[in-house]
């Protein structure tokens, strides 16, 4: 994916004593923010231009000619995308030509090209790297941008995330009751204890032939969604006033686990009645619930 473009300007004002001022500006810029690519192979050799039809482009925005080196880094451990490693070898990316003379508000061209080392151990890996175009022979002062460069070993991160996703969604047989929770004698100030206070709680029942995993947790309400809320009932302003335990659980197959709630509602929100949203989703980040409610009748707050 190659989108945005990301220009770095620098202007320097140069102060010649008894002369006056004279201004200059110098700048990089590029449209070659983050490339990913998948479904490399061990052993082969690609070009950037043959895959997706887009060179490597950097662009002189300065007022000056300007002599551009573009070379490939090692990414910092900050600049890692998840699931991504450094690039063992920068010398795995050719940039052609690497070194540009640029006159002032021309772009330049070069081809970008990957080798995959001869290793059967880069299978189902993710590598990063770092591409950094900068003027050089400027003196004190210079500029530079940077870009990412991501490639798979065979399927990439988010094509492996979907395809978890749908086998999850295909298995998937469960449900969660109930539907809406009421609860009529819940203390503001105080930790309250659904389950011991008034013998309610959730069960989430797996229904399938095979192991199913779950987080539930209460989330804030979409404008669509406070729309149903029962009348009379507000938001909670804090999702996190309700706390759901175990928040992440394992359920065996054709079995029920029992999820227990727990409340601290603040002192000043005593004699209101609130409303929570529970959102269901798999470990990988899939949503496949968002339709139930615990709606709290909250008494004033905790007697001395």
């Known amino acids: ?80 995308k998840p699931e991504y490693e450094p690039i063992p070898d920068p010398s795995w990316i050719q940039i052609l030509p690497e070194r540009h003379r640029m006159p002032p508000h021309s772009k ?10 001869e290793d059967p151990g880069l299978a189902g890996r993710h590598f990063q790297a770092v591409l950094w175009a900068h003027t050089v022979d400027t003196g004190l002062f210079g500029a530079g941008v940077r870009s990412r460069v991501r490639f798979s070993v065979g399927a990439g991160p988010e094509t492996l995330k979907e395809e978890r996703r749908r086998k999850a969604m295909v298995k998937l047989n469960f449900d969660i009751w109930p539907q809406t929770l009421y609860l009529s004698r819940v203390e503001a100030g105080e ?11 959730l ?3 797996n229904r399938s032939d095979e192991l199913a995993e779950f987080v539930l947790e209460s989330v804030a309400w979409e404008k669509a969604l406070a729309e149903t809320l029962v009348p009379g009932y507000e938001a909670a302003a804090d999702p996190g006033w309700l706390e759901l335990q175990p928040k992440r659980f394992k359920v065996k197959p054709n079995s029920v686990r029992e999820v227990k709630l727990f409340l601290r509602i603040p002192e000043e929100m005593g004699e209101k009645k609130i409303g929570f949203l529970i959102e269901a989703r798999l470990p990988i980040g899939t949503v496949v619930s968002r339709s139930h409610r615990v709606f709290v009748n909250v008494l004033g707050g905790s007697k001395e």
């Open 108 to 117: 330049a061209f070069s081809d970008l090209v990957i080798t995959i080392p």
């Open 1 to 80: 994916m190659l989108h945005r473009q990301r220009l770095l300007n620098l202007c320097l004002v140069w102060a010649f004593s008894g002369f006056g001022m004279a201004y200059a500006k110098i700048g990089l810029g590029t449209q070659f923010f983050d490339a990913v690519i998948e479904n490399l192979e061990i052993g082969g050799v690609y070009n950037l231009r043959e895959l997706r039809g887009i060179p490597y482009q950097v662009k002189n925005s300065g007022d000056a000619e300007a002599e551009v080196l573009v070379e490939v880094l090692q990414p910092e451990e900050k600049e890692l």
């Open 203 to 205: 069960k989430v029942t």
């Open 191 to 201: 930790k309250y204890d659904v389950k011991k206070k008034e013998a309610k709680s």
